[in-house]
């Protein structure tokens, strides 16, 4: 049988991790400056602690564990029966207990509601890590994917928002990234719910409005419709998404729209308030999105997605404020905001847009060639050397003809070889080829050191 992985799946060669890495690497380093710390969580979460976390449309999405021993006889007439739930849809422990984790939020959420106690509030943790859904696979979509979080418990300061729209701003400068911030609130989306009719109606209007980018306003509609909403409900929820301008004319329209709704004018004082905090002479350009919405429903407050120019992707970003994640799991008071980064989308656009440093694309810096026995443990006392100066080396494992040694160089992009044969040894010196300038050169150690460290 043809070896093959999983629908959704990847398999990373040293050329792309090395830009994945750089990526990684970037991410991590802006998130230290800001004073946030690691957390690392498990890969698997007790199913109740996921679902119901995600509404409907998640919870379909969650990858879930079957129960070890279903084989035994005493468990075998018991597992058939739940099976037949599974397959209505239902969930039973019988089955499952346990499922990957859908992404880093709640599993951070479940760590803080088990360890406030101890925790120095408020509690910046990022945490970098896979995680798993049951989607269908497509461009810049896959079913293992990484995340990178940056998120606060115990604060209600939107200083922290802020400072996470800067986060976001330092990250996409220094990968080169052209981005647009969009920013909401759902205490608007809350507000158009009122407008509508009621606070019941949440749900249905966010989820819809989330995919208007994906299946357009008709779509929109037509699924609003669906979910029992009367024609006039539709109507505003259509007026709603029709505000455009630039950021001032869309919170005067917002402002008009919402003025006898206090929820709303709450909404859109926050949002004016993390747009003032966060003005910069960055590039990136924040945009107050309406039709933002975020389908997930632990969101209260501010939310965000970043979206890069100039290509045709979805959000390379998003998150948001989440007062009562914790009381989800019985510890109240502890309100949060977060942010997320999506590695694997960010990887595919700068690749399209070829952003990727050149520095990124080699590993081993320099080739020893092998010439004979008598001079082994002269080259192998050089690898050492430049290994305890930080240069990345090889010495070639065979006694070859030259001519295999060059082609095993070139294929692996190696810039340098190092001939350290008789003659060399002799002199203690080292013969040294540039491969993309075929210039020839013999260097004294410390010389040859500085030629490859600079």
């Not at 608007?188 to 719910?193: D, E, P, Q, R, V």
């Not at 429903?297 to 992707?313: L, P, Q």
């Not at 977060?338 to 690749?351: L, Q």
Request: negative net charge; proline residues 4%.
């Amino acid at each position: 049988m043809k070896p093959s992985i999983p629908q959704g799946t990847r398999d990373f060669p040293a050329a792309v991790l090395r830009k994945r890495n750089h990526i990684l690497d970037t991410i991590r380093s802006v998130f230290i400056l800001y004073g946030f710390e690691p957390l690392e969580t498990p890969a698997m979460e007790n199913i109740e602690t996921l679902m119901g976390k995600y509404g409907d449309e998640g919870d379909k999405l969650l990858f879930k564990i079957l129960n070890n021993g279903l084989h035994l006889p005493e468990k075998k007439e018991t597992a058939l029966k739940d099976f037949q739930q599974v397959l209505e849809g239902k969930n039973t422990k019988g089955i499952t207990e346990r499922a990957l984790r859908y992404d880093l939020t709640i599993p951070f959420a479940r760590f803080v509601a088990m360890n406030h106690q101890q925790l120095t509030l408020p509690y910046k943790r990022f945490q970098m890590q896979p995680v798993w859904r049951a989607d269908r696979p497509q461009r810049g979509r896959y079913r293992e994917f990484w995340q990178c979080d940056a998120d606060v418990a115990g604060s209600l300061s939107l200083l922290h928002e802020s400072e996470l729209v800067n986060v976001y701003k330092d990250v996409f400068r220094l990968l080169r990234i052209p981005v647009a911030i969009h920013i909401n609130n759902r205490k608007i989306l809350s507000a158009l719910a009122t407008l509508c009719g009621g606070e019941d109606l949440m749900a249905h209007i966010t989820v819809a409005i989330d995919k208007l980018d994906k299946i357009g306003p008709e779509k929109v509609k037509d699924e609003l419709i669906g979910k029992g909403l009367s024609m006039e409900q539709v109507e505003r929820v259509e007026h709603y998404m029709s505000i455009q301008g630039d950021t001032l004319q869309r919170l005067q329209q917002l402002d008009e729209l919402f003025a006898e709704v206090p929820i709303g004018k709450e909404g859109i004082g926050e949002l004016r308030q993390v747009l003032e905090l966060s003005q910069s002479n960055d590039q990136a350009e924040c945009i107050v999105d309406p039709t933002l919405a975020r389908g997930l429903n632990y969101y209260t407050g501010s939310i965000f997605e970043i979206k890069a120019k100039g290509i045709e992707m979805g959000s390379i970003g998003g998150g948001g404020r989440y007062d009562d994640l914790t009381g989800l799991f019985g510890v109240k008071g502890i309100p949060g905001v977060g942010i997320s980064f999506g590695v694997d989308r960010i990887y595919d656009v700068m690749e399209e847009l070829t952003l990727f440093p050149d520095h990124i694309h080699s590993g081993t810096k320099a080739l020893i060639f092998r010439t004979s026995e008598h001079e082994l443990r002269y080259q192998m006392d050089l690898a050492a050397v430049l290994r305890k100066n930080g240069i990345a080396c090889e010495l070639f494992h065979e006694l070859v003809k030259f001519d295999k040694q060059f082609k095993y160089a070139e294929r692996k992009g190696i810039p340098y070889v190092i001939i350290a044969g008789s003659e060399e040894m002799k002199k203690t010196t080292y013969l040294v080829k540039n491969l993309a300038s075929g210039e020839q050169r013999e260097y004294a150690l410390e010389q040859l050191i500085s030629m490859l460290i600079a």
